[in-house]
C-alpha cells in the first residue's frame, strides 16, 4: 500500500505537476554549507552560522562610539541610475533602480524592545551596550541618518497570487547603505516600517508591532535553524498611533508603530527584474543583472555570454534547496509572490508565515490565502512558478539558443527539489547510505504522521532522543509526539521497517544516531520552532508594555537545537494549547 510513494514527493510536494528532467550537480552533504562553493548567496547565510559559533571578536576590536559606525551607498549611487524626482509622494516611476526617500520618524518616546548581540556584534562590530544609547534608537527607528547613508526605496513590481501586480517597490522599507565589516563581509541595512515612499501605493508607510515582533523573531530563529534568511538588528517601538484592519473585515483599531532594522547581503528579488522586462527598460535590466552577478556571484565570469544562463541556473539550484529546508522545519512562509523571492535564494519578507505543527500538507498560515495557493504542500510548485517568471524577464537578454537551454534547465528544478529533500528527511531519521526503500520508508511516516495528525517538529525530536530500545517496547513516556503517532495502526508496520534499517548501518551506535539526529551543527531535528501561538502569546504581552517573552524567545531560538529549562518550563516543546488552533494570521500589517 505504500509503493505508491516511491517518489518522495510524500503529502509535502504536489510533484506531479512537475516534469523531471537535466538535474544540477548536487553535493550528497545535507549541511547548510553542502553547495556555499557555488553560490555567494548561499555562501553568506552558510558562513555566517560557521562563524556565529567562532568568531573571536573581543570587546577591544568593538566599536562602543557610534559617530565610528558608517554606511556607504556609493556603490549602488555610481552602478545604478535613480529617480530623477525627489519627494517620498506616492507615482509611477520609470528608468531607474531607486528613489531617493527620507525615512518619518517614529512619534512619541521610542523603546528598544529587542535586539539581536549576534547581529549588533557578529556582523555590525558595535558593542552591544551602544543598543542602550538615544543616538541607537533614533539611528535605527529613522530619526537619524547613518553617517555616509542616502536613505533609497528601491523600485520592483511582482506577480501577486498568480497575476501581474505592476509597480510595487519598498512601500514602508528604507535601504540605509552598505556596511563593510571586519570580517569582509558586506551587509544593506534596511528599516522596516519607517514610512511613506513613492511606493507606498494607498499605505501609510508605518509597521505595528505584532508583525514587527514576527519578523524580528522568525528572522533571527530561522538563521540560528540554519536556513538562509534577511537578518534583524532590532526592534523598536512607539507611542504612534497606526490604524490597522487586522483581518480585513472592518473592525479598524489603532495599533501602535514599530521598526524593524534588518539586514541581508542583497534585497534584489525576482520582482526587481520583472518590473524593468515588462516596462521594456532592457538596458536597464542588463545593467541591474550586471550588477548583481558582479557583485554576488563572484564565480560567473563577467565576460562570459552565457554569464545570464549560468545567474538562472544558480537561481533555480539555490531556490530548490531553499524551499528544501523551509519543508525540512515544517515552514509556510505564507506570501510566496515573485517579490517576496530573493535573486540570492534567502528568505525574506517575513508576513503571514506559520510554522506546522501537526503534520498536513494543506497547512495555510495565510487566512487571506482563500484558495490556499501558498499552503505548505504548494510551495515547491510555486518555487517553480516564480522561477518560470523569472526566465520571463530574462528573455529579452538571452538568445533563442539560451531561452531554450534555459528551460531544460528548468525542468531540472524538480529532481534538484526532490534530492535536497531526501538528503534533508534521510538525516532527519539518522538514516546512513543508500537503500533503495528509504522512499517509501519517509513517506511511510509521514502518512501515519497525517492520519495521526502528529506534531511535526517534536516527532523527528523524539525519534532523535528515544533509544532503540525504547522504540522496541514503544516506551514513549514523556514523549507526547511519539505517542500520538503510536496510535495508528500501521505504527508497528512502519516502526519494523525503521528499525531493522537502522540496524544494518554499519559501525553506527545507537548514540551516535541520537547525537546525530538532534546536534546543532547538523541543523536537523530542532527541539523549538516559533510556533504562532508563542509568538502570539510575546505579541499580547508586548502590546501591554511588557517584552519579556519577546526576549526569552529570542534567548530560546538562539540554540533551537539544545533542550532549555526555561523553554521547558514555558511548555515550547510541549502540545500546544488549545487555543492555538484558533489563532489567525493575515497579510495585514
Not at 563577467?302 to 541556473?313: G, I, M
Request: with cysteine; aromatic share 10%.
Amino acid at each position: 500500500m505504500w509503493s505508491t510513494c516511491t517518489a518522495l514527493v510524500f503529502a509535502l510536494v504536489a510533484a506531479s505537476s512537475f516534469t523531471p528532467a537535466y538535474v544540477l550537480e548536487l553535493c550528497q552533504n545535507i549541511s547548510p554549507e553542502c553547495h556555499s562553493d557555488h553560490n555567494t548567496a548561499s555562501n553568506s547565510q552558510s558562513s555566517s552560522h560557521t562563524v556565529k559559533s567562532k568568531w573571536t571578536l573581543n570587546a577591544s576590536s568593538l566599536m562602543h562610539d557610534l559617530n565610528q559606525f558608517r554606511v556607504s551607498c556609493k556603490k549602488l549611487l555610481e552602478a545604478l541610475p535613480i529617480d530623477k524626482v525627489d519627494g517620498n509622494f506616492v507615482r509611477t516611476v520609470k528608468n531607474c533602480i531607486f528613489s531617493k526617500s527620507i525615512p518619518t520618524p517614529l512619534k512619541g518616546p521610542l523603546r528598544l524592545t529587542a535586539a539581536s548581540k549576534d547581529v549588533i556584534e557578529g556582523i555590525l562590530d558595535l558593542d552591544a551596550s551602544v543598543t542602550r544609547s538615544g543616538d541607537f534608537l533614533h539611528y535605527a527607528s529613522g530619526g537619524r541618518l547613518l553617517p555616509g547613508s542616502v536613505p533609497l526605496a528601491h523600485r520592483y513590481g511582482g506577480h501577486q497570487f498568480g497575476y501581474w501586480a505592476g509597480q510595487l517597490g519598498d512601500g514602508r522599507a528604507h535601504f540605509l547603505g552598505q556596511y563593510s565589516n571586519k570580517k569582509g563581509e558586506v551587509w544593506e541595512l534596511q528599516l522596516k516600517g519607517s514610512g511613506k515612499t513613492p511606493y507606498s501605493r494607498s499605505g501609510d508607510g508605518r509597521a505595528v508591532i505584532r508583525s514587527s515582533v514576527r519578523e524580528f523573531l522568525c528572522s533571527e530563529a530561522m538563521h540560528f535553524l540554519g536556513v538562509p534568511t534577511s537578518r534583524a538588528a532590532s526592534l523598536i517601538v512607539s507611542e504612534e498611533p497606526v490604524l490597522r484592519d487586522q483581518f480585513y473585515n472592518g473592525n479598524v483599531k489603532a495599533e501602535r508603530g514599530a521598526v524593524v532594522l534588518r539586514l541581508a547581503k542583497s534585497w534584489f528579488r525576482i520582482g526587481s527584474l520583472e518590473i524593468l522586462s515588462q516596462s521594456g527598460e532592457i538596458n536597464l535590466l542588463r545593467k541591474l543583472l550586471n550588477f548583481v552577478i558582479d557583485e554576488h556571484f563572484p564565480f560567473i565570469n563577467p565576460d562570459n555570454p552565457e554569464k545570464y544562463l549560468v545567474f538562472f541556473s544558480t537561481v533555480v539550484n539555490e531556490t530548490a534547496h531553499l524551499i528544501a529546508q523551509w519543508m525540512s522545519v515544517g515552514f509556510a512562509h505564507g506570501v510566496c509572490n515573485t517579490d517576496n523571492f530573493s535573486l540570492l535564494s534567502i528568505t525574506i519578507d517575513y508576513g503571514p508565515f506559520g510554522f506546522m505543527e501537526s503534520y498536513n500538507p494543506n497547512f495555510i498560515p495565510n487566512t487571506s490565502d482563500d484558495e490556499g495557493r501558498y499552503s505548505i504542500g504548494a510551495q515547491a510548485n510555486v518555487g517553480l512558478l516564480n522561477l518560470e517568471k523569472l526566465l520571463v524577464a530574462l528573455i529579452p537578454v538571452l538568445t533563442q539558443t539560451q531561452q531554450k537551454q534555459a528551460k531544460i534547465i528548468l525542468k531540472g528544478y524538480a529532481n534538484i527539489y526532490q534530492m535536497r529533500v531526501h538528503q534533508i528527511f534521510k538525516a532527519k531519521l539518522g538514516l546512513l547510505g543508500e537503500d533503495e526503500d528509504d522512499n517509501d520508508l519517509i513517506a511511510f511516516l509521514l502518512k501515519v504522521m497525517e492520519d495521526t495528525e502528529s506534531d511535526f517538529t517534536m516527532t523527528f525530536r523524539e525519534l532523535s532522543e528515544v533509544s532503540a530500545k525504547q522504540l522496541l517496547n514503544k516506551n514513549f513516556t514523556q514523549m507526547w509526539a511519539l505517542d500520538d503517532l503510536s496510535h495508528h495502526k500501521h505504527f508497528s508496520d512502519w516502526l519494523n521497517k525503521y528499525l531493522f534499517r537502522l540496524s544494518r548501518q554499519q559501525d553506527d551506535s545507537d548514540l551516535d544516531r541520537q547525537h546525530r539526529m538532534k546536534s546543532k551543527s547538523n541543523y536537523v531535528n530542532p527541539r523549538y520552532v516559533l510556533r504562532n501561538w508563542m509568538a502570539e502569546s510575546a505579541i499580547r504581552k508586548a502590546e501591554r508594555n511588557d517584552f519579556s517573552e519577546v526576549e526569552l524567545l529570542h534567548h530560546i531560538l538562539s540554540s533551537p537545537f539544545v533542550t532549555q529549562e526555561t523553554a521547558e518550563e514555558a511548555g515550547y516543546a510541549a502540545r500546544p494549547p488549545q487555543w492555538a488552533s484558533r489563532l489567525k494570521v493575515s497579510c495585514s500589517s
